[in-house]
């Protein structure tokens, strides 16, 4: 299993630019999880998706972020237009829930935006 | 508020030695622990988990302790390597999907 797979890996861009970074979930996992991770504030769950359906964005900071799940094996999040204070490590975590049980989330390698 | 955090945030062990992280929750409604290994430029990395029913649960030269009457959860490495040089969150669960993250240990092993 190559895991979740995130792109790309490093993102550098320029204030006021639009960012859309990338996510494949491990296959068979219905549950999909967008992390931020700052030295001031941890790992922040930003949005969480279920079976390609949004359950919870109330993490995500602004109507600058959105993100989408098209289908079981792809997810963006977008940022638009991108602020410095956006710099962060972006996660993406999948998980499969075993008969509405919780299940570990397994995280990708991350996104390292860089806002100038 | 309630949260989850580590009692230290470093620790320097020399290599072969046993290492204990520790970690503190006050949500007396969390039942689920995680605990994840983050090295530099990777994401954090499912190492063991126990439930609310248990108190000690064994992997791979880790061994997790949860203490539900104080609150208390700890990661035990035995015979710590240059590998096991990481950041370690514990994160809890009360219900559903949302996990809570402490803010990190810092292991540092020592040659």
């Known amino acids: 299993d190559a895991g979740v797979i995130q792109s790309p890996r490093h993102e550098v861009t320029e204030m006021g630019q639009e960012v859309t970074l990338r996510c494949k979930p491990i296959?068979?996992?219905?549950?999909l999880f967008w992390y931020r991770q700052t030295m001031m504030r941890g790992l922040e769950l930003l949005i969480y998706f279920n079976n390609n359906v949004p359950i919870d964005d109330s993490g995500m900071p602004e109507d600058r972020f959105s993100a989408k799940m098209p289908n079981a094996s792809f997810s963006t999040l977008k940022i638009q237009p991108s602020e410095p204070r956006d710099s962060a490590v972006y996660f993406c975590?999948?998980?499969?829930?075993?008969?509405?049980?919780?299940?570990?989330?397994?995280f990708g390698p991350g996104t390292r935006l860089t806002v100038l | 508020g309630e949260s989850v955090g580590l009692h230290l945030p470093t620790l320097s062990v020399q290599e072969g030695d046993n290492s204990i992280i520790n970690c503190a929750y006050s949500?007396?409604?969390?039942?689920?622990f995680i605990w994840y290994k983050q090295e530099s430029g990777k994401g954090p990395q499912f190492i063991i988990d126990i439930r609310s029913n248990m108190d000690k649960r064994q992997g791979q030269r880790v061994t997790v302790l949860l203490n539900k009457t104080v609150k208390h959860l700890s990661l035990q490495i035995a015979a710590t390597q240059p590998g096991d040089s990481a950041v370690y969150f514990c994160?809890?669960?009360?219900?559903?999907?949302?996990?809570?993250f402490g803010a990190g240990t810092t292991v540092t092993v020592r040659a």
């Open positions: 994160a809890e669960n009360s219900y559903d999907y949302k996990l809570s």
């Open positions: 296959s068979g996992h219905n549950s």
């Open positions: 949500n007396s409604a969390s039942d689920y």
């Open positions: 975590a999948s998980g499969g829930l075993l008969g509405g049980h919780r299940d570990t989330q397994y």
